[in-house]
């Protein structure tokens, strides 16, 4: 079992910046693929960014490349995702996802249905 529990979002500015934190608990965080997803009003979950079980591979949405950073402590059981250059479209709902999948599978993926353990969300509100 792993518990999530985001924090960082809030209302900025477009062309602003925040940084997302999600703190998991449970000895298994180190085993997990983590990924951010957002949901809009009206709008199906979509994937943001991943991040392999050591840190050393990302995959980010084609919308958010080259703005946003996700990375991972995994001494504080805690993944980031840095959000620079913020825009109006990226107003969401942020959710932090823990994908347990067995040590032989490798790929990270940007299914959401491949994540087992969610957190309760943060809003991020980026105004025009």
């Known amino acids: 079992q792993v518990q999530l529990v985001e924090s960082g979002g809030g209302l900025v500015q477009a062309g602003g910046s925040l940084r997302l934190s999600c703190a998991g608990s449970?000895?298994?965080?180190?085993?997990?693929?983590m990924g951010w997803f957002r949901q809009a009003p009206g709008k199906v979950r979509e994937f943001v960014a991943a991040i392999s079980r050591t840190g050393g591979n990302t995959v980010y949405a084609d919308s958010v490349k080259g703005r946003f950073t996700i990375s991972r402590d995994n001494a504080k059981n805690t993944v980031y995702l840095q959000m620079n250059s913020l825009k109006p479209e990226d107003t969401a709902v942020y959710y932090c996802a823990a994908d347990s999948r067995p040590p032989w599978i490798v790929k990270i993926t940007t299914t959401p249905d491949e994540y087992d353990f969610w957190g309760q969300g943060t809003q991020v509100t980026v105004s025009s």
């Open positions: 449970g000895r298994t965080f180190s085993n997990c693929f």
